[in-house]
């Protein structure tokens, strides 16, 4: 019945646009993928599938790349890496051997932060916090950017129950930004002490002078937005004088991550692709989704409507060169200095906290197949030995095509010839790995290995759970020498 389903996507579509979403991949990944195929099936083999496969040596040019870019404009800076993006042992442990800094969000975050060799003065506090979370970090002397005036007049209270001499050292987040030179949207915020509170803010900070160390401001915006951080920048930069003008002394300006990342090799084939996608919802052109999925699009009276709800997978500008992009903004209302300008000309130092972006290409997750079979439409189901949940950041649909590393080598083979779905493990209508429609050179067979590239950015962990008893995915670090390669469970790793 299997081999009977006709999974060939027509000549004339496929000649119309490419249907492919190939990855981009590390060199080093590439080159393990390739050579190493033996060892990643024994590995699975011994470890289960899925299984989480990191190369935390290649960290350190993520890094660099943002130390340069500070370098570039004249800036003092630190780079903090948000520790909620992976709950890697290995990559938490290579970090605390870079010149990198920890941004953790948990109490447990912070406990795994200094037992993989992080101090206290390099680490910073973000998010909301309790009062275990408040109290171990200031027993450790790291900084909290503070969240509310609550968590700000708990850290007083827990200072005085604790008996500490040393001074805590602050920053406060904000929300609320505002300009009437920018049209923007502001979407409001859950997070952050609002303008509105600022006044309040200071003014405790400004009683408790001996207690806390004021740094500066700190904010951290759910858009990739070029204008509504400049936004955020220039407020923070005019209540600067507002605080010395009251004694304090700030002098840090932390903007958060969200410095976005590049995915794919090609524009083309993203544009191709989301432009069927289109034409799918649209009722155009054929079926590009399991059950109708339309990812927040929708048909009405023949014209598309709603948004694409998705990550932009292929972007030029990400990384450390988006920190340049908004680095290198002017300010017409300001003499056109750029934002970089004016933080080093206000001698501001400027801290960032990217996640993604600062693991990116330092992982991918593999995963046997099971079987493959047609579902009740007549659509071919590749069924690995995974969930959903194994390669997903909460529930967005990741838009890259996987590897696959055939045990047996065909003599020739169509790219894109075979349209197929990713299906899960769980007994579970809505387990499908991808909910898009992938094409293939050619079909994979039960045993086969299938990678997810650079998964390493929240989607191997962050939505990991152990439904219906399904383990969650064990980790191995890879260490390069030379040509060869070396792997150690994650939690036996060493950076040394």
Partial sequence: MTQALDTTFPKSETSK????????????????????????????????????????????????????VLKKHGLRGRVYFAHKTNMSDSLTRQLACERAFLDVSSLNELRHGLASGFTGDRIEATGPKTSEFLALGLQHG?????????????????????????????????????????RFLNKGSRFGITLGELQEALDIVEEAEDELQFLGYAFHLDTVSITERAVAIENCIQLYEEALARGLEPRVLCIGGGFKVNYLQ????????????????????????????????????????????SYNYYDETCG????????SHQF????????????????????????????????????????????S???????????RQDVTFLDQ???IDPIVLYQNQAPHAEPGAHGVYFAGNLCLES??????????????????IVVFANTSGYFMDFSACNSMMEPIARKVAIKQRGLDFDWVLDELYSAI
């Avoid at 080093?28 to 599938?49: E, M, N, P, R």
């Avoid at 387990?431 to 086969?448: C, S």
């Fill in 17 to 68: 646009k490419s249907l492919l979403l190939t990855p981009r991949l590390h060199a080093s990944i590439d080159h393990f993928l390739k050579t190493q195929s033996a060892t990643v099936h024994q590995l699975i083999k011994a470890l289960g599938s899925p299984l989480n496969i990191l190369f935390p040596q290649l960290v350190r040019d993520n890094v660099e790349s943002f130390q340069t």
């Fill in 142 to 182: 790291i900084t909290f950017s503070i969240d509310s005036l609550w968590e700000l007049r708990q850290v007083i209270s827990l200072r005085k129950h604790l008996q500490l001499d040393k001074s805590t050292k602050i920053l406060i987040r904000l929300s609320g930004f505002h300009a009437d030179h920018s």
């Fill in 266 to 309: 090609s524009e083309t084939e993203w544009n191709e692709y989301t432009s069927a996608l289109k034409e799918s919802v649209l009722g155009t052109g054929p079926s590009m989704t399991w059950q109708g999925n339309s990812f927040g699009m929708f048909a009405e009276h023949g014209k598309l409507r709603g948004n694409f709800n």
């Fill in 320 to 327: 450390a060169d988006f920190l340049d992009e908004i680095l």
């Fill in 332 to 375: 017409p209302n300001l003499q056109d200095k750029t934002a970089g300008a004016l933080l080093r000309d206000n001698m501001i130092e400027l801290w960032i906290e990217p996640g993604r972006s600062l693991v990116t290409q330092t992982g991918v997750t593999v995963a046997s197949v099971n079987n493959l079979r047609p579902s």
């Fill in 377 to 387: 439409t007549g659509d071919m189901l590749i069924n690995l030995n995974m969930k």
């Fill in 397 to 399: 649909e990741i838009f």
């Fill in 431 to 448: 387990d499908m790995v991808y909910r898009h429609k992938t094409f293939l050179p050619r079909l994979p067979e039960p045993g086969d």
